[in-house]
């Protein structure tokens, strides 16, 4: 490569005469991109070398046998309140 580092390529080979080797460089993100990171300076790092890398995350919640579910009806604003939010 350009810069010196050696790149290894490991698999099967593709059929055909092969000409051009095509690279994409993905562009990271950098702290101050962040719109909280800039709102609360104060609470992030200055020395914060960057952010963990992409990964994925596996989320679940467990259910308890015999547990039902939380029965709460949502909140309605009556129509003198939706009148006072509007003005």
Same mark, same amino acid.
Request: glycine letters at 6%; proline letters at 9%.
């Given at each position: 490569? *350009?810069? =010196? !580092? ?7 080979? &593709?059929? =055909?005469?092969?000409? /051009? ?7 990271? *993100?950098?702290?101050? !991109? ?5 709102? #609360? &300076?104060?609470? #992030?790092?200055? !020395?914060?070398? =960057?952010? +963990? +890398? *992409?990964?994925?995350?596996? #989320? ?5 046998? =015999?547990?039902? &579910?939380?029965?709460? *009806? ?8 939706? /009148?006072?939010?509007?003005?």
């Amino acid at each position: 490569l *350009s810069n =010196g !580092d050696i790149l290894e390529v490991h698999g099967e080979r &593709p059929e =055909g005469n092969l000409k /051009q080797l095509k690279t994409m460089k993905v562009n990271e *993100s950098k702290l101050k !991109d962040i719109p909280v990171v800039r709102e #609360f &300076p104060d609470v #992030f790092l200055e !020395d914060l070398l =960057g952010l +963990p +890398p *992409s990964r994925e995350v596996e #989320f679940r919640i467990d259910l308890i046998h =015999g547990a039902m &579910p939380v029965v709460k *009806s949502p909140y309605r604003l009556a129509p003198t309140e939706m /009148q006072e939010l509007a003005n």
